[in-house]
């Protein structure tokens, strides 16, 4: 099957302030300011309001065991979790033992509207970068339907995201993420390389506290036998 992302679906005016979808590379698309700032702020307070039952922590990386820089939680009915034994989808928050919060609406509603699947992501993987805090070189591949593209929305300080392609050592180019932009990639791209090199700290005031928020949307099983509920259907 041959993957693109729909260049026919335009957002929901009320949702927006720019429709502007930018391709970045094969498989790579960036909405810049998709959420205008009145939406970033709603997102915001219903991000942290959500994880007074998921409370962000510092996920173990595998073998070493050694805390990320980065604090986590997740929505939605699975969470990825990494901690020495690898990493995974879990029902359950590795602290509380309870199952995450919801999924918040605005997100799913735009899932569907960007990435033209017509089966929902069940994980909403938080990431808050606070300081120093960066994102290492790393492929989105712990999904079983890889048919599903990852759509991730940046809120607060702007960063630096660099991507490549499916080999660790190929060339790659970084862009900025700034607060309210939205990525969506898959097809060619699913499997590329990426990292966060660097937050440029205090470039926003959104966040309390200060740093920046990413939300990562993830189909984990594979979609459904009919043809519809694949990207573009
Ligand atoms: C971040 N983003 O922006 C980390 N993964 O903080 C990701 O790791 C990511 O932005 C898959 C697809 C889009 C992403
Ligand atoms: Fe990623």
């Given at each position: 099957m041959v993957y693109t992302v729909s260049p026919e679906v335009t957002p929901a005016a009320e949702l927006t302030s720019a429709a502007a979808r930018l391709e970045?590379?094969?498989?790579v698309a960036l909405w810049p300011g998709y959420f205008d700032r009145t939406r970033q702020a709603s997102l915001v307070a219903d991000i942290f309001s959500r994880a007074l039952d998921a409370p962000f922590y510092r996920p173990l990386m595998p073998r070493t065991g050694k805390p990320f820089s980065v604090e986590e939680t997740n929505f939605g009915s699975l969470g990825w979790v990494s901690d020495e034994s690898g990493y995974r989808y879990e029902?359950?928050?590795?602290?509380?033992g309870h199952p995450w919060p919801a999924m918040p609406p605005l997100l799913e509603r735009t899932w569907f509207e960007l990435t033209g699947c017509c089966a929902g992501p069940e994980c909403c993987l938080v990431n808050l970068y606070r300081g120093r805090a960066r994102m290492g070189l790393h492929q989105?591949?712990?999904?079983?339907?890889?048919?599903a593209p990852v759509l991730s929305v940046s809120l607060g300080d702007d960063a630096v995201f660099r991507i490549g392609c499916s080999t660790r050592r190929a060339p790659s180019r970084s862009f900025v993420l700034r607060s309210g932009d939205v990525v969506v990639f898959g097809g060619p791209a699913r499997l590329a390389f990426h990292a966060i090199d660097r937050v440029l700290e205090?470039?926003?005031?959104?966040?309390p506290g200060g740093g920046r928020l990413n939300l990562t949307l993830r189909r984990v099983a594979r979609f459904p036998q009919q043809e519809d509920a694949r990207p573009g259907g």
């Open positions: 970045i590379m094969p498989g029902k359950m928050h590795p602290l509380t989105d591949r712990d999904e079983a339907e890889l048919l205090k470039s926003s005031c959104l966040v």
